[in-house]
């Protein structure tokens, strides 16, 4: 049998925190991508992708379920916390079918390596969740050098191989690329599909670039508020450029790149060094900067170069990937994606969609129906054409009541079919100045005036 009438592999690589035009082929000029611009010109790139939440463990929760984040209570907390509270600790439920359990059940070998950042141990884990093999980090950021979750010598390293904790020596991307080649090397890989999830902690925070070790002797805080700058973004980018390179020349070497899908992305927009053009807004934010993504698709064997319209969120891929791998959902457990593979095919008409969005700071509310998007912060409300203004500056509200109106109803319809939002800040166990960091809203990106 040929390889294009096998199922295929998957190979999904996550960023974390990448803008938009963090890209070389999606405008970036100030710094090059080569290895992912590749990837884009041999495959699909998005022009409109959203990430389910504009935090990183809510769209993982979506990446996971293929269904809205705020079914699940752990998809309430932004971003989930690691440390236990009066509610206990909260994860993704290893009893939930997730994309891995639904292709290790049709027969896939599946493996993440790198952020897991969906519940601690020994509750929750990757290997109670449908992966087979896991290594990486358990919670939602560490030092690139330390791999600690923290700053000083008190503060255990996050690294993990299942569920035992392991040393490595080295900068964590490039750690993160060579687990990831190895994994290709194996001969099992030529006698099952596999899934490989492959989530990158770069570009998140502390700001540490591949020769930046000395930073990281000095950091106070991993937030790192007080260092940082746009030229250290940009070797980090490019070392992730060069680290996706070098997973890609595997799959290519082992002679697997023809029937493998390939898909990259982000977890949710920028933060602070990152480039949104032409969007305004960043992480944390329900704007176009903190929800839309890059993403790209690879799959040789079915699908030709294209630039797909087609408005998509971080909850399609598990439809679409169990379809191209002949499964499906599990039926108590629906998808609240879509299966995008007809569409790449050309056997469907790109369509509208509906996307609904909420962030408990601020009380942000969003909702995109084709060109239009309903956007509520705290009490202000805004009608965007973000078609024609993609940076969200010409509030139609009042030009445009009949569509307002609806989509606010819309959202508070959807809204009420969903878990009720938490009304406290899950900070117990930590620090106050932890909770200051961590927790704070940072200043919203400035809106049009009149509010």
Same mark, same amino acid.
């Given at each position: 049998?040929?390889?294009?009438?096998?199922?295929?592999?998957?190979?999904?690589?996550?960023?974390?925190?990448?803008g938009?035009?963090?890209?070389?082929?999606?405008?970036?000029?100030?710094?090059?991508?080569?290895?992912?611009?590749? #990837?884009?010109?041999?495959?699909?790139?998005?022009?409109?992708?959203?990430?389910?939440?504009? *935090?990183?463990?809510?769209?993982?929760?979506?990446?996971?379920?293929?269904?809205?984040?705020?079914?699940?209570?752990?998809?309430?907390?932004?971003?989930?916390?690691?440390?236990?509270?009066?509610?206990?600790?909260?994860?993704?439920?290893?009893?939930?079918p997730?994309?891995?359990?639904?292709?290790?059940?049709?027969?896939?070998?599946?493996?993440?390596?790198g952020?897991?950042?969906?519940?601690?141990?020994?509750?929750?884990?990757?290997?109670?969740?449908?992966?087979?093999?896991?290594?990486?980090?358990?919670?939602?950021?560490?030092?690139?050098?330390?791999h600690?979750?923290?700053?000083?010598?008190?503060?255990?390293?996050?690294?993990?191989?299942?569920?035992?904790?392991?040393?490595?020596?080295?900068?964590?991307?490039?750690?993160?690329?060579?687990?990831?080649?190895?994994?290709?090397?194996?001969?099992a890989?030529?006698?099952?599909?596999?899934?490989?999830?492959?989530h990158? +902690?770069?570009?998140?925070?502390?700001?540490?670039?591949?020769?930046?070790?000395?930073?990281?002797?000095?950091?106070?805080?991993?937030?790192?508020?007080?260092?940082?700058?746009?030229?250290?973004?940009?070797?980090?980018?490019?070392?992730?450029?060069?680290?996706?390179?070098?997973?890609?020349?595997?799959?290519?070497?082992?002679?697997?790149?023809?029937? +493998?899908?390939?898909?990259?992305?982000?977890?949710?927009?920028?933060?602070r060094?990152?480039?949104?053009?032409?969007?305004?807004g960043?992480?944390?934010?329900?704007?176009?900067?903190?929800?839309?993504?890059?993403?790209?698709?690879?799959?040789?064997?079915?699908?030709?170069?294209?630039?797909?319209?087609? *408005? +998509?969120?971080?909850?399609?891929?598990?439809?679409? #990937?169990?379809?191209?791998?002949?499964?499906?959902?599990?039926?108590?457990?629906?998808?609240?994606?879509?299966?995008?593979?007809?569409i790449?095919?050309?056997?469907?008409?790109?369509?509208?969609?509906?996307?609904?969005?909420?962030?408990?700071?601020?009380?942000?509310?969003?909702?995109?129906?084709?060109?239009?998007?309903?956007?509520?912060?705290?009490?202000?409300?805004?009608?965007?054409? *973000?078609?024609?203004?993609?940076?969200?500056?010409?509030?139609?509200?009042?030009?445009?009541?009949?569509?307002?109106?609806?989509?606010?109803?819309?959202?508070?319809?959807?809204?009420?079919?969903?878990?009720?939002? +938490?009304?406290?800040?899950?900070?117990?166990?930590?620090?106050?100045? *932890?909770?200051?960091?961590?927790?704070?809203?940072?200043?919203?990106?400035?809106?049009?005036?009149?509010?």
């Amino acid at each position: 049998m040929s390889q294009a009438q096998t199922r295929p592999n998957i190979l999904f690589i996550l960023a974390d925190d990448l803008g938009w035009a963090d890209l070389g082929i999606y405008g970036q000029q100030d710094y090059r991508t080569p290895h992912l611009d590749r #990837l884009a010109a041999g495959g699909v790139r998005f022009t409109q992708a959203y990430a389910n939440s504009a *935090v990183c463990s809510a769209t993982r929760f979506a990446l996971m379920t293929g269904r809205y984040q705020y079914r699940l209570p752990g998809g309430l907390e932004e971003p989930i916390p690691t440390a236990r509270g009066p509610r206990g600790p909260i994860g993704l439920p290893p009893e939930h079918p997730t994309l891995p359990s639904l292709l290790a059940e049709a027969g896939y070998d599946t493996a993440l390596i790198g952020k897991w950042h969906l519940g601690p141990l020994p509750e929750f884990g990757p290997l109670k969740s449908g992966y087979q093999r896991f290594f990486g980090n358990y919670g939602g950021v560490i030092d690139y050098f330390t791999h600690k979750p923290g700053v000083g010598p008190e503060v255990a390293r996050d690294l993990y191989e299942g569920e035992l904790p392991v040393e490595r020596v080295g900068y964590y991307t490039q750690i993160l690329a060579d687990e990831a080649a190895a994994y290709l090397r194996e001969p099992a890989r030529r006698e099952a599909p596999f899934l490989l999830s492959l989530h990158f +902690t770069a570009p998140h925070w502390p700001w540490e670039g591949p020769g930046d070790e000395a930073v990281s002797r000095n950091l106070t805080s991993l937030f790192h508020y007080d260092g940082g700058s746009q030229a250290t973004y940009g070797r980090m980018v490019q070392a992730l450029d060069g680290a996706v390179g070098q997973v890609l020349d595997t799959l290519a070497a082992q002679g697997l790149a023809e029937n +493998t899908i390939v898909i990259f992305s982000s977890d949710n927009g920028g933060e602070r060094f990152s480039k949104t053009w032409p969007f305004t807004g960043q992480k944390t934010e329900l704007l176009e900067g903190g929800l839309r993504v890059p993403t790209l698709l690879r799959w040789p064997a079915v699908l030709a170069p294209q630039v797909s319209e087609q *408005v +998509t969120a971080t909850m399609d891929w598990l439809p679409t #990937l169990l379809a191209a791998a002949g499964a499906a959902p599990h039926p108590d457990y629906p998808s609240d994606g879509e299966n995008l593979l007809p569409i790449l095919k050309g056997q469907a008409p790109e369509r509208e969609r509906k996307l609904f969005w909420r962030y408990k700071a601020n009380s942000q509310r969003a909702l995109r129906e084709g060109r239009w998007k309903y956007l509520k912060i705290n009490e202000h409300e805004f009608l965007f054409d *973000v078609l024609a203004d993609p940076r969200e500056r010409a509030n139609l509200k009042t030009r445009e009541p009949v569509v307002f109106e609806q989509l606010k109803r819309d959202w508070l319809d959807w809204d009420a079919g969903m878990l009720a939002i +938490t009304p406290e800040v899950f900070t117990h166990g930590l620090s106050p100045a *932890v909770q200051a960091d961590r927790y704070s809203p940072q200043p919203l990106t400035p809106l049009p005036r009149p509010l």
